[in-house]
């Protein structure tokens, strides 16, 4: 059976072709039977094309957007922003689960199939990094939308996703843990690190994993998982190698560009045209802002009659994954956690002295100065609200901070998820269930 089903696999591989974005600059042609080295970049290429593009669409459950009732694919995604996860209708797009573990399924064959194949070399160990890495994220991503936050506590316990590591295509599959699917995220990261060559990836091919971006990745994990210890090491050891940050005071473009010098990797599609197009950015959102002295305004969002429109996605050279101003912002609420508050102060400021004026960053400074923790605590989060706007941090944020009320007026109804409402875990999609009913 094993075998029948490795043959339907390298069938299925072998029908692919492999299409990426023009911005990115690769062009790989033809059908592959993968075996060599240059084989398994086409399959790991196409995973990463393959990814799924589902943040946009989670905003639409945050306090970043408003729905607009009269855009062209509302059917298709007011049940979204309505936080209806079971009994929607027809018409309902539903968040990603088979696209995930699709892209998954070619990340198990490079694994366990290319590891025997390909012949020994630096690009091999490359390969098979970015593809535990890869998978790594893939995982990441789907316990923190269909998971339970991380509580260290009842991890072990909660309902996590399901994990699968085989390329056998009838092997039924069931929820591991919380605590299960970190540990293999953790597992991945540590194979990927002893294997990664490239300490970073070159413009055009940044979509790709690196030494720097697995670094910037653990970062994130250990400040989900608050092990703050972790984060501050492993943000520090990114801002070792590359601090850089956009003064949007001189720069002509936003910081979450591909091409920015902030970037660390660009696969995310964050922004979709498509959801754009159907959304302006919250009351909430905007009056975040002070709109005279905060340069992220008026580079991430235009008028549009009485309301605004997000300008800073919608197109694919604003793909992004990593950036550098992340790792500061990791850097600060660890060591704010570490009860070191000056040095998260000054951590943070680092960043707010390229995103506000000259004059706005002084009354930044002075309000700084005499914040306490729990009040710098605060600060930190409404400035993660402001600067990865529409970037796919926030539902996210929501989840692991604090989970507040929000509102969305759709269609002159208003619909409410409530403070720690059960909705902030989003259910497995009804398609899912259907097919497995082991879900």
Request: glycine share 4%.
């Amino acid at each position: 059976m094993r075998k029948i089903t490795t043959i339907i696999a390298l069938t299925a591989i072998s029908l692919i072709n492999i299409g990426c974005d023009r911005f990115l600059d690769i062009q790989p042609e033809g059908k592959i039977i993968p075996v060599t080295a240059e084989d398994y970049r086409k399959v790991l290429t196409s995973a990463y094309s393959k990814y799924p593009v589902h943040k946009s669409m989670v905003a639409l459950r945050t306090d970043e957007t408003s729905i607009d009732d009269n855009g062209v694919d509302f059917i298709s995604n007011r049940e979204m922003a309505m936080w209806k996860d079971s009994n929607y209708d027809s018409n309902s797009v539903e968040l990603p689960w088979l696209s995930f573990y699709n892209v998954n399924f070619y990340l198990n064959q490079i694994i366990n199939e290319g590891s025997k194949t390909m012949q020994d070399s630096q690009e091999k160990n490359q390969i098979l990094a970015e593809a535990y890495a890869l998978r790594a994220y893939l995982y990441f991503d789907l316990v923190n939308l269909y998971g339970k936050p991380y509580n260290s506590a009842t991890a072990s316990t909660d309902r996590g996703v399901p994990i699968n590591l085989e390329i056998d295509l009838e092997e039924v599959l069931k929820p591991s843990s919380v605590q299960e699917v970190y540990n293999q995220v953790h597992s991945d990261l540590k194979k990927a690190e002893d294997l990664m060559v490239e300490q970073k990836q070159a413009l055009g091919v940044n979509y790709r994993f690196s030494k720097t971006a697995l670094l910037a990745f653990e970062a994130r994990t250990a400040l989900y998982e608050g092990d703050w210890n972790k984060a501050l090491n492993f943000a520090d050891q990114v801002l070792a190698v590359k601090s850089d940050l956009s003064n949007l005071n001189t720069a002509n473009t936003v910081p979450n560009h591909y091409a920015s010098p902030e970037s660390i990797m660009a696969l995310d599609n964050t922004w979709d045209n498509s959801i754009k197009n159907l959304c302006f950015a919250s009351p909430e959102l905007i009056s975040s802002y002070n709109s005279t002295t905060d340069k992220r305004f008026g580079m991430y969002f235009g008028k549009n009659g009485s309301k605004y429109k997000v300008t800073k996605g919608g197109s694919l050279e604003f793909k992004v994954s990593f950036r550098t101003a992340e790792q500061y912002f990791i850097k600060s609420e660890a060591l704010l956690k570490l009860n070191k508050l000056a040095e998260a102060k000054e951590t943070l400021l680092k960043v707010l002295k390229n995103r506000y004026t000259p004059d706005g960053y002084t009354s930044v400074q002075n309000a700084v100065s005499s914040m306490d923790s729990t009040a710098f605590m605060n600060f930190i989060l409404d400035e993660r609200f402001r600067e990865f706007a529409l970037e796919g941090q926030r539902w996210f944020d929501l989840r692991r901070a604090n989970q507040k009320k929000i509102s969305h007026i759709i269609s002159g109804k208003e619909y409410i998820l409530q403070q720690n409402d059960p909705r902030y875990t989003i259910e497995y999609p009804m398609s899912a269930k259907k097919n497995n009913l082991n879900l």
